[in-house]
């Protein structure tokens, strides 16, 4: 089964709320950059009924180098996840 791609998602974004095509990728451009500055500023951004990006951060930890099996110091550092809410996992699984 594809993938949906962007234009799918506007297409059928558009025709579902009557939108036009270039407002609905402007809301969904919008709605990513207005993402990524909250989790920087407040580190966390919810959309409802779907779920959240949250800021985390990684310890620093021993890994392995797969190519050699040396094993190397990984240093700690920040990262963003996603946490599905709820009700995507209940309406998915």
Known sequence: MAKMTKMQQL????????????????VLDELATMAYSEVKKTGEFVVPGFGKLVKA??????????ATGEAIQIKAKTVVKFRLAKAAKDAVL
């Open 11 to 26: 297409n059928a974004l558009a025709e579902k709320t009557g939108l036009s095509k270039k407002d609905v990728g402007a």
């Open 57 to 66: 951060h990684r310890k620093a930890r021993m890994g392995r180098n797969p």
